[in-house]
C-alpha cells in the first residue's frame, strides 16, 4: 500500500491538473468569445462594405448621367454657336444686297 505521503502528493498534483484544467477551460470560454465578437465585427464591416460600394455605384451613375446630359448641353450650345454666326452671316450678307 502506498504511503500516506505518496497519497498526499498525488492529491496534490490532481488538485494542481483540476485547477489548471479550469483555467484553461476559462481561457478557451474567453478565446471563443473573442472569436465571436470578431465574427461579429466582421458581419458588420462587410455590411458597411456593402452599403458603401452600392453608395459609389450609384454615385457614379449620377456622376455618368450627368456627364451624359452635360455633353448632350454642349452640342446644343454648339449647334447654337453655329447657328448664330450662319445668322451673322446672312444679316451681313442681306445688309450688303440692300446697300
Do not use: P, R
Not at 505521503?5 to 481561457?27: W, Y
Not at 453608395?55 to 448641353?73: D, H, R
Request: aromatic fraction near 4%; hydrophobic fraction near 35%; charge should be negative.
Amino acid at each position: 500500500m502506498k504511503s500516506n505521503i505518496s497519497q498526499q502528493s498525488e492529491l496534490t498534483q490532481l488538485n494542481l491538473l483540476q485547477a489548471n484544467k479550469q483555467d484553461l477551460l476559462e481561457q478557451l470560454h474567453q478565446v471563443n468569445n473573442f472569436a465571436e465578437e470578431l465574427q461579429n465585427q466582421k458581419q458588420l464591416m462587410q455590411k458597411e462594405l456593402e452599403t458603401a460600394g452600392d453608395y459609389l455605384l450609384e454615385s457614379e451613375e449620377k456622376t455618368n448621367k450627368a456627364n451624359g446630359a452635360a455633353l448632350e448641353l454642349l452640342e446644343k450650345l454648339k449647334e447654337a454657336d453655329a447657328e448664330i454666326e450662319s445668322l451673322k452671316e446672312y444679316i451681313i450678307f442681306l445688309k450688303s444686297q440692300s446697300s
